[in-house]
């Protein structure tokens, strides 16, 4: 006997019918696209399949974009069948409509009381529920939000594809959400529960819901409005458990993993099956689990070329090993130079975006290291070609030109600044390198060892403000110098706080090991940097234990942190010149050094510095490793002392 049943008014409001009713039920001729379903729009003359259905925010709704109707199943079947009534008589019938096609078991349960419910009651529910209220409710904001339109619409998003994909709009302001909340009966203790990242960043963005492969809503995410995609963009207002790629869906068997969300988000609207994105992130192996665990079989990743390409290309051969651990085929693609998935499927479609991943062939160690020779290769004929004639690969320089010019510029590299001991060799390593950093955009690392990092400071105040190095150490009498001082200060302190600056010592840098670590950290956040090691025979090397000598080991070590990282690297260290050079005042060559062996063989360049006759400062080039004729550069030093350059 089938359970007798409350009147519809009663108990089957919008909200708990359409938690189960789904499009499968209707009787519209559907194709699977994703998580979506797409059929002929019936509202709109002629007719075309733009027609949407999407679980979006936690029920199904449809969408035609071309014409703008959209609703729940409840609006669709009262837009198809019941246009011609009004109000809450249309309501009623598109309701009792959706009654006849449930079964009487499915009838009886949405009749159980809440409270009866086990699986109600439970945190699985109440998670789902304010997550669930949580993207509708920045989903109704977005629709609200005129700033976040005009931004999504530079993205190429209206609002009706935003719908589809339940994106939405925090403005960072807690209080109207929780009243939605209260308004749905929803208890502020298990708001701050399950968002409790909800109060971490009160940064306007743009928020996402993500589901796992089951179809549920495990977090929401947002993301800065940055034109430029970023990993820092993406934040989670739920804590996530474990590592779930966005938009994974069942069944897929060759996913396509791009970088960002519009990336997947773009691929996934124009009907490329199976487009998974990881937010940014560097691929894991749960989240290589995880599509092999939905039906994957070979995985597809989509490179942006990146500004490291042996960086990049060591994390390929990374992620290569971990599909091949799970028996996955592995492919790589690497887009054209300046271009990410998102801008790819849009200036050339999805029939170009096919063909490039078809002809790609999937990677083996051993076609990973053909791939890397044929592209290092290319990537360096393009670049070359693309500058002008007589242009510098490396860094400009305004105070030492022709040393700059004579070497192409100043590229990454090992260079040794070296000289007779007392020479002050830190007084030309801060002209150097507050040329490189006001001639170029980058960032300095000054690394000391050779004396305390707050005289460093005071040596940059006085290089920048142009008096000597102990006018800084107290107040002037003349008021102009004082000014220039604290101007020299706060310039400094500017470049600190634009990130293009930092200073380390001893304190910071116990060792190489820490040295390479704090770097690796730097240069992936910024390619544009140079490093300036004062001291470098004082480093305290802890790796290459293969290597016996000491001072060949801390040679070694530079050396590693140039080809490790790809970036200039300036070191200074005291040498001796043979006797009979420095009583004739020749130019020195590299055979009159006296010094280990490892100091001059392992740099690509040794620029040596010597006082000639009356105290004159010179700079010699002894050794060029990418070839060339010697050079020999008459220097000059200002009045103060701070300031070296070449004499004009």
């Not at 796992?212 to 940055?226: C, L, P, T």
């Not at 006018?471 to 706060?490: F, G, K, Y």
């Amino acid at each position: 006997m089938n359970p007798e049943l409350p009147k519809p008014d009663f108990l089957y409001s919008r909200q708990k019918l359409r938690a189960v009713i789904t499009p499968r039920r209707l009787s519209v001729a559907l194709e699977r696209q994703g998580r979506k379903w797409v059929g002929t729009c019936p509202f709109h003359e002629p007719e075309s399949k733009s027609l949407y259905f999407f679980d979006s925010l936690g029920y199904w709704e449809f969408k035609c974009p071309d014409c703008g109707v959209g609703g729940d199943l409840i609006d669709f079947i009262t837009h198809v069948h019941f246009s011609h009534l009004e109000g809450d008589r249309a309501r009623e019938a598109s309701i009792g409509h959706w009654m006849q096609l449930l079964s009487n078991s499915e009838k009886a349960a949405l009749a159980v009381p809440a409270e009866s419910s086990s699986w109600l009651q439970s945190g699985v529910y109440e998670r789902s529920r304010v997550l669930d209220s949580f993207a509708q409710y920045c989903a109704w904001t977005l629709e609200k939000n005129e700033t976040a339109r005009e931004w999504l619409a530079s993205r190429g998003w209206n609002l009706g594809q935003s719908r589809i994909y339940g994106l939405g709009y925090f403005n960072g302001e807690i209080d109207p959400f929780l009243d939605y909340c209260a308004l749905n009966g929803i208890d502020q203790s298990v708001v701050f529960f399950y968002l409790d990242h909800l109060d971490a960043s009160r940064e306007n963005c743009i928020t996402f819901p993500a589901r796992n492969s089951k179809g549920q809503i495990y977090s929401v995410y947002g993301r800065k409005m940055d034109p430029v995609d970023v990993p820092g963009d993406y934040q989670a207002f739920s804590s996530v458990t474990g590592e779930v790629p966005f938009n994974i869906t069942p069944g897929v068997v060759n996913p396509i993993v791009v970088s960002g969300l519009f990336d997947s988000l773009t691929a996934d609207h124009l009907g490329i099956p199976g487009v998974v994105s990881l937010l940014r992130r560097q691929m894991t192996q749960g989240h290589v689990y995880k599509l092999k665990a939905c039906g994957a079989e070979s995985l597809t990743l989509v490179l942006e070329r990146g500004t490291n390409r042996l960086l990049q290309e060591q994390e390929v051969e990374k992620y290569l090993n971990l599909a091949m651990g799970l028996g996955l085929t592995f492919k790589s693609v690497l887009l054209p130079k300046g271009y990410t998935a998102e801008s790819f499927l849009r200036n050339h479609g999805v029939q170009e975006f096919e063909n490039l991943l078809q002809t790609t062939a999937p990677d083996t160690s051993r076609t990973r290291r053909r791939s890397i020779i044929m592209q290092e290769i290319s990537d360096m004929y393009e670049e070359n070609m693309g500058r002008e004639a007589g242009q510098f690969h490396g860094y400009t320089m305004e105070r030492f030109p022709k040393l700059a010019k004579h070497i192409g510029g100043i590229q990454p590299g090992y260079y040794l600044i070296s000289s007779h001991p007392f020479f002050d060799k830190s007084s030309f390593l801060i002209s150097f390198g507050m040329d490189l950093l006001e001639s170029n955009p980058c960032k300095m690392i000054y690394v000391t060892f050779e004396m305390p990092r707050k005289q460093i400071f005071n040596r940059l105040v006085a290089f920048l403000a142009k008096v000597s190095y102990t006018d800084v150490l107290s107040r002037q009498a003349s008021p102009e110098a004082n000014q220039r001082i604290l101007e020299a200060t706060r310039n400094l302190m500017g470049l600190v706080k634009a990130n293009r600056l930092e200073i380390w010592d001893d304190n910071q840098v116990t060792d190489d090991r820490t040295l390479l670590a704090m770097l690796k950290d730097e240069v992936h956040e910024n390619r544009n940097v140079f490093v300036c090691v004062d001291g470098f025979y004082r480093i305290c090397a802890k790796t290459r234990h293969d290597i016996p000598d000491i001072d060949e080991r801390r040679s070694a070590v530079m050396l590693d942190i140039y080809k490790t990282l790809g970036i200039p690297v300036f070191c200074t260290g005291d040498m001796e010149l043979s006797k009979w050079v420095s009583d004739s005042r020749k130019a020195p060559q590299l055979s009159d050094i006296i010094t280990p062996q490892a100091y001059v063989r392992d740099p690509g360049f040794v620029i040596f510095l010597a006082n000639q006759a009356e105290g004159a400062p010179e700079l010699h080039l002894l050794k060029n490793r990418m070839g060339g004729t010697p050079l020999n550069v008459a220097l000059q030093v200002d009045d103060t002392g701070t300031q070296l350059r070449e004499k004009v």
